[in-house]
Nanobody, 124 residues
């Protein structure tokens, strides 16, 4: 069982940056691959990025490569999502999710544990 808590969301102007954090209390967090997803009103939850348990590999939604960066600090049990050059279409609730290290996926249904989400609003 992993309990995830996101933070760092807020209101930002287009072109600005935000860094989201996903923290877990469990020491076993370093055994999980972690993904970020987002869900805009009226839309399905979509994959944003994933980082492997060691931090050695990262994967991104193709259209977000170069603007969004995922990283993790296992000593702090925290995964980060750095979002740059934000656009109004990035407005959504952002969720982090965890999956055991021997699994992977880009679908929401692939993940076992979820945080409560953090709202990101980008104004034009």
């Amino acid at each position: 069982q992993v309990h995830l808590v996101e933070s760092g969301g807020g209101l930002v102007q287009a072109g600005g940056s935000l860094r989201l954090s996903c923290a877990a209390a469990e020491y076993s967090f370093s055994s999980y691959n972690v993904g970020w997803f987002r869900q805009a009103p009226g839309k399905e939850r979509e994959f944003v990025a994933q980082i492997t348990w060691s931090g050695a590999d990262a994967y991104y939604k193709k259209s977000l490569e170069g603007r969004f960066f995922i990283s993790r600090d296992n000593a702090k049990n925290t995964v980060y999502l750095q979002m740059n050059s934000l656009k109004p279409e990035d407005t959504a609730v952002y969720y982090c999710a965890a999956i055991l290290r021997y699994k992977t996926g880009t679908l929401a249904g692939d993940y076992d544990y979820w945080g409560q989400g953090t709202q990101v609003t980008v104004s034009s």
